[in-house]
């Protein structure tokens, strides 16, 4: 009994000690790139992205989002002449298929996001709640 005291207790680290870790959604890897709004496929309240290389027909632009390892954001916003205009802001997973966004910006308002589908090749959303 004796010796299991002392593993017991050489085994446990102060709060502080305890490597951090980094909490990751299975999905992920799939998140985790520059997404641009493919209008053409909406259907109704579902909103369709595809990566930023996807072959578009042609816009006079396209919103998106960059959504970056760690939980950082950049909305991607039509200037008003026509450029685009980037957002900076944070995401997380608020569930296991819907999304949180929060922008630095406090005039931009944040939302949440069901993930419908989320491939390499294309991310389909519905807004459950602007903020």
Known sequence: ???????LASSCRAPSQLPTQTMQHPEDRNLTQTWRHSQEEDQGAV??????????????GREGYTFAPGGQLTKL???????????????RWASARALHLTFDDASQQ???LEVLELT????KVKVLQPR
């Open 1 to 7: 009994m004796g010796t299991a005291a002392v593993l």
């Open 77 to 91: 916003a039509i200037a008003p002449t026509d450029g685009t205009l980037s957002l900076p802001g944070h995401w």
């Open 47 to 60: 909103q369709v992205y595809r990566p930023a290389a996807y072959a578009f027909p042609p816009a006079r």
């Open 120 to 123: 390499p090749d294309v991310l």
């Open 110 to 112: 944040g939302c949440r």
